[in-house]
Every structure is written in structure tokens, then in C-alpha cells.
């Protein structure tokens, strides 16, 4: 790895932990934090409004106003070449396989110690891959070995990534002006969107919606 120092975004909705990984970053004269994000939306505007693309994009991936999986896709859409680096308490297939069809570089658990962090963060950004050990090594063989197993498409698959978002935002409790306003579409827009989702799911009011939300992992950490 170049002399040079490598600039690191953060996006991570809890202020504790967003302001240690700070310290912890800061402390290695090798890295610099550039920038803060505290939700989805927030990440992916603070990113790409950067006059030097960061070097890497650590996300959290239960975030407010949109989850990191889709922050993480729509950076990468925009800035194939960026690495991103997620960090999270999950550590189910599902989660796993997502982030890195996604687009991300690593898997890093929220348990790690700081030594594991920062191991993780220099091997991102040496170009390699980093998947946490705590995670199993059945889900890191199945995946690197490309061994995924088929799995049958559900209602939740039929989502478009602009029908994720509403739904996201919509349990979150969001009227459907603000969430025009958070996405760049109008009212009529999101109210499409959300009449297509519930068609989707077969939910028939906001308080199913919010349940579905909530089992998806879609709301809180």
C-alpha cells in the first residue's frame, strides 16, 4: 500500500459507535476520516459529494431512510471503482450474499476488536477481499467457491430497489410527501410504488407493512 493517506467515509446511524470508529481510524497515521454519514440517503450524498472520491465507504447496513444494501448499490452504480466495507451485527447468508452482489469489498462483524477493524480495513483497501472471521466458514467457502444454493424466488425478490426504499421509508413512518421529497420523485410516485407493494406482499394496511419491514430487518439494528 502507497505512503499516501487513505480517506475514509463513515456511515453509521448510532452517534457512539460512528464517533469511536473515528478515534479508532484517526489513531492510524495511515487513514483519515473525510466524512460522516448517519443514514442511507445521508451516505450516499455525503460519498459522491466529495471532491476526491473517499478510498473506502464503511456502511452500516441498518441505517434510517434507506438501508445500507441499497446505499451500497446505488454508490456503487455511480462509482463502480469505490470499496466499501460493510459493518453490521448481521451475519446470516442472506445478509452476506446480498452485500457482496451488492458490491462490497468486506464483511466485517460490529463484535470484531479494534486490531480486527483496522486488519480489515488495510486489506480492503490493499484490494483484497475481508470477510470477519466470526462469520462461519461454510458461508465463506459456499461463497467464495461461487457454490450458492438456488433458492426460490419470494414476494420479497419481486421488489424493484425503488419499491425497497419506499417501503423502508413508508414504515418508518415517513408521509408519502416526505418520502418524494427524500427520494426525488413526487407524491403520486410513491403512492404508485406503494400500492405496488402491498399488491406484492399481499399486505393490506401500514401496520402489516411495518411488520414486514421489521422482520426484513429493514427497521432498527
Known amino acids: 500500500m ?18 469511536g470508529l473515528c478515534l479508532m481510524i484517526d489513531s492510524d497515521p495511515d487513514l483519515e476520516v473525510v466524512a ?20 473506502l465507504v464503511m456502511m452500516d447496513l441498518s441505517m434510517p431512510k434507506m438501508d445500507g444494501v441499497s446505499a451500497i448499490k446505488e454508490i456503487k452504480r455511480q462509482r463502480p471503482d469505490s470499496r466499501i466495507m460493510a459493518l453490521t451485527i448481521h451475519d446470516s447468508d442472506e445478509f452476506i450474499l446480498e452485500c457482496f ?6 464483511y466485517c ?10 486488519k480489515a480495513i ?27 444454493k438456488l433458492k426460490s ?7 424493484t430497489q425503488r419499491e425497497r426504499e419506499v417501503l423502508k421509508l413508508v414504515a418508518e413512518g415517513y408521509t408519502s410527501k416526505k418520502v418524494a421529497g427524500f427520494l426525488c420523485i413526487s407524491p403520486k410516485t410513491v403512492e404508485r410504488h406503494r400500492s405496488n407493494i402491498m399488491n406484492k406482499l399481499n399486505l393490506h394496511n401500514v401496520s402489516e407493512l411495518t411488520s414486514f419491514a421489521i422482520e426484513k430487518n429493514l427497521i432498527g439494528n
Open 2 to 19: 502507497s505512503s499516501k493517506i487513505k480517506k475514509i467515509v463513515i456511515a453509521e446511524d448510532n452517534t457512539l459507535l460512528r464517533e
Open 109 to 118: 462483524l460490529k463484535d470484531s476488536s479494534q486490531d480486527e477493524l483496522l
Open 153 to 159: 424466488k419470494t414476494a420479497w425478490d419481486s421488489l
Open 36 to 55: 460522516q454519514a448517519a443514514d442511507g440517503l445521508s451516505a450516499i450524498d455525503t460519498t459522491l459529494s466529495l471532491k476526491e472520491p473517499p478510498d
Open 101 to 106: 452482489d451488492a458490491g462490497v469489498s468486506g
Open 122 to 148: 488495510h486489506v480492503v483497501l490493499s484490494g483484497k477481499i475481508y470477510i470477519s472471521p466470526g462469520i462461519t466458514g461454510t458461508v465463506m467457502d459456499g461463497f467464495l467457491d461461487g457454490r450458492r
